[in-house]
C-alpha cells in the first residue's frame, strides 16, 4: 500500500507543476522514475533525525497553544508495518525463492551448472498448497520437511560456491544470507521442538520486525515498532520506541521524567492504564504527590471518597 501511494506521488510530481513548483524542481521535459526516491529520502532522514531536540523544539513553537502543562496522559501502541501474516511455510518458500534466483545469476555468470534441487516440483507444490482453503498438518508437515531441507541446500551450496571463486558481493547481499541462515535455524528448531523461537524473524525483507503481542480482538498480533507514548494536553510525544517487545508498565517513571524535562514544570496528575499500576510505580507517584486514575489495592474503607485515594 505505501508503495502504490509512493508511486502516485511520484507520478503528480511529474504532471502537476504546482507540485513542481513547491519542491523547487524545475523538471522540464525529463521525468522521474525511480518511485521508491520517497522511501530512500524518509530512510536517509531518519538516520540523522535526533527524535528528543525535534520534540523539545516542536513544544516550544506548541507551548503557547497549551494549558494543561502539568496533566499527562500515558499509553502504548503499535505502528504497524506492511507485512503478510508469517506462518513457516511462506517464510520458508520466499527464503528459498529469493536465494535460488540469486544462485542462478551467479551460476549464470560464472558458466557453471546451477544445482539439481526440483525447485519447479516444490514450486508447484507450493502454490496448490497456499491455494488450499483448510490447510491440514497432514499437508503442511511434508511441505515444511522439504522446505527447510532445499534451503539448507541452497545455503550449503551458496557457501561452496563464494569459497571456491572468491566471489565479492554488495553488503544488502551478505545481509540476506545472514538472515536466510537465521531463519533456516529458527524454522528448524521450531519445526522439530515446536517451540517458537527468541527473537522469530517474520520477515525476509524486514529482518527487525518481531511479533507484538497486543491482547486486541481483532488483531492479537502486530507486527511494527511498539511505541510508549506521552501526550499532553492532545499531543503526542514518543517517550520509547522499539522493535521488541517491552512492557510498558516500566516507563511511567522516564515518561514522567521526559514529560518536566518538555514542560519545564513538576506534573501533578498523570492518566494511565492498568498495566501501569505496578507496586513500583504506585510509591513512585506517591512520594512525588502525583494524582493517578490507578485502582484502589485491597478492600473499600467506609466512607470511601475516591478524590482521597486518586493518588494510590
Given amino acids: 500500500m505505501l508503495f502504490i501511494f509512493y ?37 536517509e532522514l531518519a538516520t540523522k533525525l535526533d527524535i528528543d531536540l525535534l520534540e523539545k523544539d516542536l513544544y516550544s513553537h506548541w507551548k503557547d497553544h497549551i494549558d494543561s502543562k502539568n496533566q499527562i496522559t500515558v499509553d502504548a501502541t503499535c505502528y504497524e508495518s506492511a507485512c503478510r501474516y508469517p506462518t513457516p511455510q511462506k517464510l520458508l518458500w520466499e527464503a528459498v525463492d529469493w536465494l535460488y534466483k540469486q544462485l542462478r545469476k551467479t551460476c549464470r555468470a560464472l558458466g557453471i551448472k546451477m544445482l539439481r534441487s526440483k525447485y519447479i516440483k516444490w514450486k508447484k507444490r507450493y502454490l496448490g498448497f497456499s491455494k488450499m482453503r483448510r490447510k491440514t498438518n497432514k499437508k ?16 550449503k551450496f551458496e557457501q ?18 545472514a538472515v536466510l541462515k537465521t531463519v533456516y535455524k529458527q524454522q528448524q528448531a521450531y519445526f ?80 494511565a492504564d492498568v498495566i501501569y499500576a505496578t507496586n513500583s510505580n504506585r510509591n513512585f507517584v506517591i512520594k512525588n504527590n502525583i494524582k493517578t486514575d490507578f485502582k484502589r489495592k485491597g478492600k473499600l474503607p467506609e466512607n470511601y471518597s475516591q478524590e482521597k485515594s486518586s493518588n494510590r
Avoid: M, W
Avoid at 23 to 43: A, E, M, P, W, Y
Avoid at 140 to 155: Q, S, W
Avoid at 165 to 171: A, E, H, P, R, S
Avoid at 237 to 256: C, M, P, Q, W, Y
Fill in 7 to 43: 508511486r502516485k506521488l511520484i507520478e503528480q510530481l511529474n504532471s502537476n507543476i504546482d507540485y513542481q513548483f513547491f519542491f523547487d524542481l524545475h523538471l522540464g521535459f525529463s521525468r522521474i522514475t525511480n518511485f521508491k526516491i520517497v522511501s530512500q529520502i524518509r530512510c
Fill in 140 to 155: 503442511r508437515k511434508p511441505l515444511t520437511r522439504y522446505l527447510l531441507h532445499l534451503l539448507n541446500k541452497l545455503i
Fill in 160 to 177: 561452496e560456491l563464494r569459497h571456491r571463486y572468491k566471489i565479492d558481493f554488495t553488503k544488502a547481499y551478505y545481509r540476506r544470507v
Fill in 192 to 271: 522439530d521442538t515446536g517451540k517458537s523461537p527468541k527473537n522469530r524473524i517474520v520477515s525476509i525483507a524486514k529482518a527487525y520486525l518481531r511479533p507484538i503481542v497486543r491482547g486486541k480482538e481483532v488483531k492479537p498480533v502486530e507486527f511494527g515498532a511498539k511505541v510508549n507514548k506521552l501526550q499532553i494536553d492532545g499531543i503526542n510525544f514518543i517517550e520509547h520506541l522499539s522493535f521488541d517487545a517491552f512492557n510498558e508498565g516500566t516507563r511511567l517513571k522516564s515518561t514522567v521524567y521526559k514529560a518536566q524535562s518538555l514542560t519545564k514544570r513538576k506534573v501533578l496528575i498523570v492518566g
